[in-house]
């Protein structure tokens, strides 16, 4: 039965960071493409990140380029969210998701229960 655990989420100051990790049982991550998603309270999710399986390519929200980084330990599979310079807008429940091929289309399917992260002084 395929699952994803987030973890790592908490509360940072601005310009603190954060790694956000997902753990994935019953699956491996390189077969599917999986990304970062967040939902800020009163807003629709947004998708922050995504790496595909296919080739390795990786997209990111243009709030985040520069500041975030994704990537995959294919060993222990898990995937990471690096966040640095953390802003209060960064501020919301963070989720990861495997897709249905593997390259980051719109289709995703597998969701973890999230991890909250706060950016707040």
């Known amino acids: 039965q395929a699952q994803l655990v987030e973890s790592g989420g908490g509360v940072v100051q601005p310009g603190g960071s954060l790694r956000l990790s997902c753990a994935a049982t019953?699956?491996?991550?390189?077969?599917?493409?999986i990304g970062w998603f967040r939902q800020a309270p009163g807003k629709k999710r947004e998708g922050v990140s995504c790496?595909?399986?296919?080739?390795?390519?990786?997209t990111y929200a243009d709030s985040v380029k520069g500041r975030f980084t994704i990537s995959r330990d294919s060993a222990k599979n898990i995937l990471y969210l690096q966040m640095n310079n953390l802003k209060p807008e960064d501020t919301a429940i963070y989720y990861c998701?495997?897709?249905?091929?593997?390259?980051?289309?719109?289709?995703?399917?597998?969701w973890g229960q999230g991890t909250q992260v706060t950016v707040s002084s």
């Open positions: 998701a495997t897709n249905r091929y593997s390259d980051c289309s719109d289709e995703y399917d597998y």
């Open positions: 019953g699956f491996s991550l390189d077969t599917f493409a």
């Open positions: 790496i595909a399986s296919s080739d390795g390519s990786i």
